[in-house]
């Protein structure tokens, strides 16, 4: 005869499916993409430049699929107040933060943040790659020789992908943090689409 505890060792055991194929690819080829294109970055610029036209591609059809895609994939599922967001993260820096089968509200407040912050990451690098290199979608703008405005799509290139690689340690923090506190591999569950159903 089952026991009291071993019942609910087998309810933690089942899974239900949260992650569709498409948000796991993207999420995975954004890891992967953003990493070529930061380690990239000084010496070899056709990569780079190619996997940032990768990211730009990658975020245009997640902010498709955030309208028209599974329950748990859509924006309507994890945009959250910033009074939510606030009161989330007061409960998480407690340990004692409400779980959430998809997103919780610092995690889509992260996921806005991250898809913003690349975006810009993103634009910049193509106006830049016009004005600088004369390549590109945008070589039209080409300007000889130094240029403020070079100079300045630089800088401001630099300063959001930087801004990108924080949001990144904030977002692998934030996943060790919730798989400690709720005994679950979140990590796992982006590779499979699979978690522990919400106990009732």
Do not use: C
């Amino acid at each position: 005869m089952a026991t009291k505890d071993s019942t609910i060792d087998e309810l933690r055991e089942k899974k239900v499916f949260v992650w569709d194929l498409l948000v796991r690819l993207f999420h995975w080829g954004l890891v992967a993409a953003f990493l070529i294109a930061y380690l990239s970055e000084d010496d070899f610029l056709t990569i780079h430049s190619w996997a940032g036209y990768i990211i730009l591609g990658l975020l245009l059809v997640r902010v498709v699929w955030g309208f028209v895609g599974s329950r748990h994939a859509r924006f309507s599922d994890f945009v959250y107040t910033p009074s939510q967001i606030v009161a989330f993260v007061k409960d998480t820096l407690s340990l004692r933060a409400k779980r959430y089968i998809g997103h919780n509200p610092a995690g889509g407040a992260m996921v806005l943040l991250l898809m913003l912050s690349l975006v810009l990451t993103s634009v910049t690098g193509v106006v830049l790659f016009g004005v600088d290199e004369g390549q590109g979608p945008l070589a039209f703008l080409v300007l000889s020789g130094e240029s403020f405005w070079g100079e300045l799509l630089e800088e401001l290139h630099e300063f959001f992908a930087n801004f990108t690689l924080f949001l990144v340690f904030i977002h692998v923090a934030g996943v060790i943090v919730e798989s400690l506190i709720h005994r679950e591999n979140l990590v796992s569950a982006m590779v499979d689409g699979k978690k522990r159903p919400l106990e009732k």
